[in-house]
């Protein structure tokens, strides 16, 4: 099964938003609402910041938020932060009872 | 809440190795884990899942070569790689699921499995 569709790329000045995308199909993105999102720092493990579309766990920021339309799940990133430059992935429960990551977006904050 | 992965390390194409993952801080066999291993500079990609059931789930890639498994007793998720490949060279984490399939809370160090032809 294919990674979920995301730009390589999104950049950024500190306290402009940005928007990642997360592309998929009916048996994953589109079919169920378990979404999530993690932002990954170098050398680390990934960090979950979104879970079930649009849930932010206790302790992220309310900077993060998301949403999904279709096939395609958003990630919003309110007032940018230097802080905030890391990988971010996106994810989706399938109908084949699977986990599916994204490619992996880069943010960077200029 | 604590995982700690270990075993990885260098093994030839074809070979087997075994990952363990000792769970601290919480009972393992009430939660839903995954394995999740992610190769230089690549994105995550799931590999496989254990309910709370003791159900199992693999991503197509590894099915029929890995085995994932856990022993209470101990509080320590496995997972047993056999038949590995060029392909399989990347870091192993093991993780906690926050929804079952969708969602990893608590995530390990990571170990690192590298696979020589």
């Known amino acids: 099964q294919s990674a979920l569709t995301q730009p390589a790329s999104v950049s950024g000045s500190p306290g402009q938003s940005i928007t990642i995308s997360c592309t998929g199909t009916?048996?994953?993105?589109?079919?169920?609402?378990?979404v999530s999102w993690y932002q990954q720092n170098p050398g680390k493990a990934p960090k979950l910041i979104i879970y079930?579309?649009?849930n932010r766990p206790s302790g992220v920021s309310n900077r993060f938020s998301a949403s999904k339309s279709g096939n395609t799940a958003s990630l919003t990133i309110s007032g940018l932060r230097a802080e905030d430059e890391a990988d971010y992935y996106c994810s989706s429960y399938t109908s084949s009872n699977t986990l599916l990551f994204g490619g992996g977006t880069k943010l960077t904050v200029l | 809440v604590q995982l700690v992965e270990s075993g990885g390390g260098l093994v030839q194409s074809g070979g087997s190795l075994r990952l363990s993952c000792a769970a601290s801080g919480f009972t393992l066999s009430k939660y839903d884990m995954s394995w999740v291993r992610q190769a230089p500079g690549k994105g995550p990609e799931w590999v496989s899942g254990?309910?709370?059931?003791?159900?199992?789930f693999y991503a197509d890639s590894v099915k029929g070569r890995f085995t994932i498994s856990r022993d209470d007793s101990k509080n320590t998720l496995y997972l047993e790689m056999n038949s590995l490949s060029a392909g399989d060279t990347a870091t192993y984490y093991c993780?906690?699921?926050?929804?079952?399939?969708?969602?990893?809370?608590?995530w390990g160090q990571g170990t690192l499995v590298t696979v020589s032809s």
């Open positions: 079930n579309v649009s």
């Open positions: 993780g906690r699921d926050f929804i079952a399939l969708s969602s990893v809370d608590h």
């Open positions: 254990i309910n709370s059931g003791g159900a199992t």
């Open positions: 009916s048996s994953d993105v589109g079919g169920y609402n378990y």
